[in-house]
């Protein structure tokens, strides 16, 4: 019998793809990359070609020794990775790191096999050792441009940012325009003026009571901002003291809600932030977990979700069938359509041919493998089995009401909806409120309960969290969907960004100055419809419609020529702050100097003298609202974001993220926090706000 040898990434997809092969097969791991770009230097000739110069990391010496040793004692060597771009790279990398380039005339010569698959399944691995194929050199070549884009602009732009900035500090072609994203919203928010409006709500009675908002005065609907002030506010209610309340009109209609479309990679990654506040990179490594196999019991490991970096919405027509099954059989027969809903991707680029994350097996359901995984990892099965199930179910139908009612020139103006047939909502529940409202008659008389002004103030955009970062990269074509955690936890990690306490990014002083830096003098690099066009040309590549060397040559001409030009016309930024601190080393000034883990207080005698000191901690003035003794400081984590808390710490754990002003709330007594120029509780369960003033700076 024919001995084979069968390479995938990890262990643990080796150990489920052994379950499935019989005897004269081996299952080994690469443990991910065999081969890079070396880490020491550019790596990439420039002059020639942009010829990459590969290496084998010290910590992949030792793995490739060992497949080198077993693909010598194979006929057949088989490259499983996975099925996208990085996967192909990895078996091309394979393939020259251990020999296996085929030496023609040899009768020695060993079969190369390339096979791909969607899913860890026997079926599915049966089915690809079927049909294997050989190395696609197009995908190859699409990372590889990839890989020496990021390389040219890495390590050719971020030693300019040591020079003209602060060390440590770095670029890229996607993360420096996500950090743009950040900045701009940023700074939208502190150009925002809020401006005050109010509305008006009548309380009816019936069975139940309910609740109508001003709609129009006279043939005029009222916007957002057209009761500018309480003066205004309390005229009307002065006109409607002794309005009668008429209704006028009983709108009804049924509506329908369709369910999702599956999920693809950006999706997950976003609902998963949305329900369960995972970052993208913890989605990622708990989707990897659940695809490469799950010990459940006496069936070994089972790979329970299909391969999770995809932009396809395409479901296979066995997974159709096994849903509609699923369905009749325990959900019901209303439940099950009766032809499959198939969805059409819309993502640029594309892989039809790959599938949508979808469990593999629907009869896994996530109350049958609860047992054997961890709770993230069930919170994360159950929500892609919810979702792939609601897909082939019904819509959910609704009735809605509008009921309107007249008093003289004002118009009022109430909806309510109530759930008819639940749909695809008996599986994949979400966030729908019922308002039910009374039967009642048009001409019918209102008996008014309660007339009630409220005072609102409109509010700036929202900073980005998580998944809006990925939903507005994905939607302008920035990155792809295996770039997004990674570019994420880049820009963290480099400390542009920081997440604050409703998770949601804000940027550090020093994304600030670096995002201004390269906006003004390396503008392609940051512009988001450049970095969607190149994402393009990188599809194109893939696609075997153009070579890869003419699309690094096109980016890297022009951007080296900039970059030598900067070099000599950039002044160094200036972004040290003086102090009245003297040196206790050397007697000179103290410096405030900042980086990206924050600021923090250097000798102005660099680099003769070294010394460098942490802030000094910077009191607001107030006492302690907790243990009445100590008082609030500024302080800063380790990643530099700025919280306040007591000078007493650790006897005293008080602390907040937004600024406290000294004052507790008149509704619950905690203590009032500034966010901008609105005043607001502490508490999270308290409603309490009001407009401030300036904030002024910590």
Known sequence: MKHKLVIVESPTKARTISRFLGRGFTVESSFGHVRDLPSSILGVDVEHEF???YVIPKKARAQVKKLKELAKKSETIILATDEDREGEAIAWHLKHALDLEKSKGKKTEKEIQRIVFHEITKGAIEQALEHPRDIDAHLVDAQQARRILDRLVGYKLSPFLWKKVAKGLSAGRVQSVAVRLIVEREREIQAFKAEEYWSVLARFAGKPEFTAGLHKIGAETIDKLHIKSKADADKILQELAHATYTVSDVEKKATERKPPSPFTTSTLQQEGSRRFGFSAKQTMMIAQQL???????????????????????????????AAHDYLREHVGAAYALPEPRRFKTKAKGAQEAHEAIRPTDVFNTPADVKAYLAPRQFKLYQLIWQRFVATQMPTAV?????????????EFRATGSSITFDGFLKIYPTQTEEVILPDVSKGEVLDLLELKPEQHFTEPPARYSEA??????????????????????TIQDRGYVTKNQSKRFEPSDIGFIVNDLLVENFPQVVDMHFTAIMEGKLDKIAEGETDWVPVIREFYEPFAKNLAEKYDSVEKQDIDETTDEVCDKCGKPMLVKRSRFGKFLGCSGFPECRNIKPLPSASLGISCPKCKTGNVIVRNTKRGRVFYGCSRYPDCDFALWDRPIGESCPTCNAPLVRKGKMISCSNKECPYTRQGEEAPTP
């Open 51 to 53: 010829q990459p110069k």
């Open 291 to 321: 695809y490469e196999g799950i010990e459940l019991g006496g069936k070994g490991s089972v790979g329970l979700i299909t391969y999770m970096r995809t932009d396809s919405l395409n479901l296979a027509e066995t997974a159709l069938t």
């Open 398 to 410: 609704f009735d809605s009401t509008a009921i309107v009612i007249d008093a003289g020139a004002y």
């Open 468 to 489: 809006s970062l990925i939903k507005i990269l994905e939607k302008n074509g920035i990155g792809r969907p295996s770039t997004y955690a990674p570019t994420i936890s």
